[in-house]
């Protein structure tokens, strides 16, 4: 398993942005597709992003396309979520996570917890005013 790390986490006004990263060690990290997945309080944590390994496709929730770009670095060993346009229902911990599967051709359906197998231990983003 990888061991990942998320950071960048914070107070946000409405309509501002943020850029939470995830940090990789372990195994060759760059070999796998990474996810973004987010908790809000009182709900069950839900997919938000994910990003090939190579980091040539992407897929995200339909809600959030257009606001969160997800991309990596394998140089440097991290993955990194920008959001912009927060809103108060983005309020989540967020987490990011490394697939099961090396060098997965498509990352489109990989949105579900089941398919990863290293998590971080999620960074708190609190959007209000």
């Known amino acids: 398993q990888l061991q990942l790390v998320e950071s960048g986490g914070a107070l946000v006004q409405p309509g501002g942005s943020l850029t939470l990263s995830c940090a990789a060690s372990g195994r060759s990290s760059g070999d796998y597709a990474m996810g973004w997945f987010r908790r809000a309080p009182g709900k069950e944590r839900e997919f938000v992003g994910v990003i090939s390994w190579s980091g040539s496709n992407t897929d995200y929730a339909d809600s959030l396309k257009g606001r969160f770009t997800i991309s990596r670095d394998n140089a440097k060993n991290t993955v990194s979520l920008q959001m912009n346009s927060l809103k108060p229902e983005d309020t989540a911990v967020y987490y990011c996570?490394?697939?099961?599967?090396?060098?997965?051709?498509?990352?489109?359906?990989?949105?579900?917890?089941?398919?990863?197998?290293?998590w971080g231990q999620g960074t708190q983003v609190t959007v209000s005013s």
């Open positions: 996570a490394a697939d099961k599967i090396p060098r997965r051709a498509l990352v489109t359906g990989l949105q579900y917890s089941f398919q990863y197998d290293s």
